[in-house]
């Protein structure tokens, strides 16, 4: 049994000298064919580290001796968490850096190695594991509830850094084939009352966008390898996992556009879709229209998608020729293989990968925009030691 307790300064992710106002020297800012500097990063003079403070409790145990178990449950509150805000274009800067209030990670991690089978001339061994992980915005700097209120993932106070907010897709309206969105109105009382518009203005309101119950983050990731062993051949075979996250495709704001953009190729419809035709049809997409059908590809929970997947990442095997021909070759092994990477993947995600990268400093964070394929490889070859 293990436990540790400890705090930490963080700057990973910003960039050097972030707290500076920095001016930079650019051919648009000469004059009069003489060099000029225009300011290039809004300074803050209050910028400090981040404070993380870590607690973690573990265990590592053996049972019957064939699995080893490691598992380890830890929380981690990061204060003056440091932030890339947004500013608005008449400031002319872009952003600046700043504390923006303490976030709470917990989680639960686990690995298991087990040796299944042990015998003189077959041998199988798995390894297993998995984490679990919770984040949650406690505060904010200045009092604030939200900031970036009009971004696909704002900070909030009480959810999710990567929480998705979004004006709510309703879908199709079975009469026109027009697109629909939830629409929130709130009288002078604060009551809201709920309908749905064909006008995404009105549905990208600050009264009408809503968190959408999903998030970036995944529920849990995971990993398993096998690896086997007969007399002199090996076999191994590494799958990952990824649940619960949700990715905006924005690819299908192009290609699955209800007819806006004539350049773009009209995606194919997976099982499942259908597109308005005539009234009285329930289907998941509008009516198509030269020009577009209302904005109807606009940003909204529409093109957020399931992102979970299973992938078998690595299969490999391999074969040592017996000692009786290497040593004629004066070798001591000689180890000859084929392995392939990236072999399959089980997704319900529409767009060719599932996998996005998750980083609250990328601001593509959990969106796939026209993503090039993981790529399948194969790989021959042979190990020699001399």
Known sequence: IRGSYGTVGNADGISNFGARGLYSITQEASYSGLPGAAPYQKGNPDLSWEKIESANIGADFSLWNRISVS????????????????????????????????????????????????????????????????????????GAKVFNPGARQPIAVGYDMDAYNFPIWAGVDPENGDPL???ITVDGNGNQTKTTTNK?????SSDSRQFTGTSAAPKFTGGMNNALTYKDFTFSAFFNFVYGNYVYNDTRAYFDNDGLYEAFNSMVLPDGWTRWEK?????????????????????????????????????????????????KMRLSK?????????????????????EV???QVDLSSGMSSFKYPVTRRFLFGLNLTF
Do not use: C
Not at 116 to 139: G, P
Not at 200 to 204: D, G
């Open 279 to 327: 009234p009285g049809d329930n289907a998941t997409h509008p009516k198509p229209i030269v020009g577009g059908n209302k904005e109807s590809n606009q940003s909204s929970s529409r093109y957020l998608e399931n992102g979970s997947y299973l992938r078998l990442r690595n299969i490999k095997l391999g074969y040592n020729l017996p000692q009786s021909v290497i040593s």
């Open 71 to 142: 598992l380890d449950v830890y929380e981690k509150k990061a204060s003056e968490l440091l932030y890339r805000k947004p500013l608005a274009a008449t400031t002319g800067y872009s952003y600046v850096w700043v504390n923006a209030g303490s976030v709470r990670n917990r989680g639960l991690e686990f690995s298991i190695l087990s040796q299944n089978i042990k015998k003189e001339d077959f041998t199988w061994e798995t390894n297993f594991n998995m984490a679990f992980n919770r984040n949650k915005v406690l505060e904010l700097s200045d």
């Open 181 to 183: 969105w939830e629409k």
């Open 200 to 204: 995404y203005s009105e549905a990208a």
């Open 334 to 354: 000689l180890h000859v293989f084929v392995s392939a990477d990236n072999v399959w993947t089980l997704t319900n995600f529409s767009g060719p990968d599932p």
């Open 357 to 359: 990268s998750l980083s």
